[in-house]
């Protein structure tokens, strides 16, 4: 069983950074590929990083040279690092788990319950 639990949300200015965490409690962790997805007001959710077992990873092209994916499998957890932050990075993120497919939403099983980043201008 997976259970996925992000922290590291909060209120930033305009070009901070911020470091978002999700620790998986399962056991086969290094078995998923790990993603990150984002909904902000009013709009649907979409893909943002994923990171492969093998630690391939994909970017939306709005955050690419912006944020990085990447995994700590000795701890379970993945990680969002997210620098030169603007409004239109506001949204909650959430991290989820697959086995299969690949950057779409309902390729995921596992989801995390969200957790909010807010960026003021």
């Known amino acids: 069983q997976v259970l996925l639990v992000e922290s590291g949300g909060g209120l930033v200015q305009a070009g901070g950074s911020l470091r978002l965490s999700c620790a998986d409690s399962?056991?086969?962790?290094?078995?998923?590929?790990m993603a990150w997805f984002r909904r902000a007001p009013g709009k649907e959710r979409e893909f943002v990083a994923l990171?492969?077992?093998?630690?391939?990873?994909d970017y939306a092209g709005s955050v690419k040279g912006r944020f990085t994916i990447s995994r700590d499998k000795t701890k379970n957890t993945v990680f969002l690092q997210m620098n030169s932050l603007t409004s239109e990075d506001t949204a909650v993120y959430y991290c989820?788990?697959?086995?299969?497919?690949?950057?779409?939403?309902?390729?995921?099983?596992?989801w995390g319950q969200g957790t909010q980043v807010t960026v003021s201008s």
């Open positions: 399962g056991r086969t962790f290094s078995a998923y590929r």
């Open positions: 990171i492969s077992p093998g630690n391939n990873t």
């Open positions: 989820a788990a697959s086995l299969g497919g690949w950057n779409i939403v309902s390729d995921y099983n596992y």
